[in-house]
């Protein structure tokens, strides 16, 4: 079946280092790849998806490159803030069959201190 | 407010008790999706329903059910409960049932279930 492979965590950075969280994935066809965060007490939030091959996501200064080839969906940012400690998951959905579930990476904690 | 509505937020109740917990989806939003977020376990998807209809089973246990009621909210029964039962539940929705890559997914903020 459907699944994602996150590194392990936690990763420690200082403020405005280079992050990157590597996330590959197994699954048939061309699915659709997301990443979420989890703020301390707080649910889920799309930070950012893309929905075929060598599509870029991009928001608040994260991006991911879906690489079929690879079958990647790293995350990376150029300047990791304080306010970007947090858990995040990388995620798929299959875009054929009858199952339209998110299948979710372990998530990888990122901390990040001054 | 993602629009994405559960209740409680909080829950703690004793081992052998019957809980239900309760989600309303994005207005517009047909589909619902119920996961469970353990430390040992991470995100694990439970039931999916559609329209009323469940489309969609996972890692559900026999003493948890589910379903999605006409106003289409959707609610998870959790009975005979475990201590390994405590967890954060999640509910999510979206437009449709199948290929939810270019709509995407809406998250509520979570029922945090303690069973002691």
């Known amino acids: 079946g459907d699944s994602v492979t996150q590194m392990e965590g936690p990763v420690t950075l200082s403020e405005e280092a280079f992050l990157t969280i590597n996330c590959t994935y197994t699954a048939t066809g061309y699915p659709s790849l997301f990443w979420y965060v989890q703020y301390p007490g707080e649910g889920l939030q799309l930070l950012l998806k893309a929905t075929k091959a060598d599509d870029k996501g991009s928001n608040k200064g994260f991006e991911a490159t879906y690489r079929k080839e690879t079958t990647s969906f790293h995350l990376e940012k150029g300047s990791v803030q304080v306010s970007d400690s947090a858990v995040y998951f990388c995620?798929?959905?299959?875009?054929?069959?009858?199952?339209?579930?998110?299948?979710f990476g372990t998530g990888t904690r990122l901390q990040v201190t001054l | 407010d993602s629009g994405v509505t559960q209740t409680p937020k909080h829950l703690i109740t004793a081992t052998g008790q019957r809980v239900t917990l309760r989600c309303s989806p994005r207005s517009g939003d047909l589909s619902v999706y119920w996961y469970q977020q353990s430390l040992d376990q991470g995100l694990q998807f439970l039931i999916q329903?559609?329209?009323?209809?469940?489309?969609a089973k996972g890692n559900i246990l026999e003493r948890f059910s589910a379903q999605q009621f006409p106003d289409l909210h959707s609610e998870l029964n959790l009975s005979s409960l475990e201590l390994g039962d405590s967890a954060l539940y999640f509910c999510?929705?979206?437009?449709?049932?199948?290929?939810?890559?270019?709509?995407?997914?809406?998250f509520g903020s979570g029922t945090r279930l303690t069973v002691v």
């Open positions: 999510a929705s979206s437009v449709g049932p199948l290929r939810q890559g270019r709509y995407g997914y809406t």
């Open positions: 995620a798929l959905t299959p875009n054929t069959g009858t199952a339209s579930k998110l299948t």
């Open positions: 329903y559609y329209n009323g209809e469940e489309r």
